[in-house]
T-cell receptor
Framework: AQKITQTQPGMFVQEKEAVTLDCTYD???????LFWYKQPSSGEMIFLIY??????QNATEGRYSLNFQKARKSANLVISASQLGDSAMYFC??????????????FGTGTQLKVEL | GAVVSQHPSRVICKSGTSVKIECRSL??????MFWYRQFPKQSLMLMAT?????????EQGVEKDKFLINHASLTLSTLTVTSAHPEDSSFYIC?????????????FGSGTQLSVL
């Protein structure tokens, strides 16, 4: 079974509108972390936001917020007031287990977001 | 934020040659670094976990003799693709975690596009 599922291969949004990118995950661990990264066409991976499994409040970072629904195992990314520069591939990822330097991330298949005028 | 530098950004080589890719953490020490591989329009797949001062841990299906990893210092990990073949052509990207400075964030290099002729 996929550990991270992103069901939207592509999304379009108009500039200044909000958009939600879906992510569901599968784990039996009680302690885990969820991440969103942005990958523009240049290839670099840009960290956007992090949510820990024990965090009671949804994470927010500027225009990014993570809609964390633990019971549903979903961690959707909400981008408010979309900008043309937001056009990129977005990856959801999960780290399983306790915190530590050796814990790897498992990535979803990504969602290609295009922001239109 | 923490910076991870990866070189070269792009390399073209002949089949049968070896290629070395460097990943440096510029302003923090990284006891663990991760090497990922990404095919066009696909997700990142973890290849191996690089541990400073010890052997790398390879993911299932990744040939350790093909992809040599050396993590000789707290700021440098190298990936050498030995006897490269066209099927090794891919985007390789490294990442590291600044445990002291940035907690959960995993920082990525800018990636290396390898093309084997």
């Amino acid at each position: 079974a996929q550990k991270i599922t992103q069901t939207q291969p592509g999304m379009f949004v108009q500039e200044k509108e909000a958009v939600t990118l879906d992510c569901t995950y599968d784990t039996s661990d009680q302690s885990y972390g969820l991440f969103w990264y942005k990958q523009p066409s240049s290839g670099e991976m840009i960290f956007l936001i992090y949510q820990g499994s024990y965090d009671e409040q949804n994470a927010t970072e500027g225009r990014y917020s993570l809609n964390f629904q633990k019971a549903r195992k979903s961690a959707n990314l909400v981008i408010s007031a979309s900008q043309l520069g937001d056009s990129a591939m977005y990856f959801c990822a999960m780290r399983e287990g306790l915190t530590g330097g050796g814990n790897k991330l498992t990535f979803g298949t990504g969602t290609q977001l295009k922001v239109e005028l | 934020g923490a910076v991870v530098s990866q070189h070269p950004s792009r390399v073209i080589c002949k089949s049968g040659t070896s290629v070395k890719i460097e990943c440096r953490s510029l302003d923090f020490q990284a006891t663990t670094m991760f090497w990922y591989r990404q095919f066009p329009k696909q997700s990142l797949m973890l290849m191996a976990t690089s541990n400073e001062g010890s052997k790398a841990t390879y993911e299932q299906g990744v040939e350790k003799d093909k992809f040599l990893i050396n993590h000789a210092s707290l700021t440098l990990s190298t990936l050498t693709v030995t006897s490269a073949h066209p099927e090794d052509s891919s985007f390789y990207i490294c990442s590291a975690r600044d445990l002291l400075g940035h907690g959960e964030k995993l920082f990525f290099g800018s990636g290396t596009q390898l093309s084997v002729l």
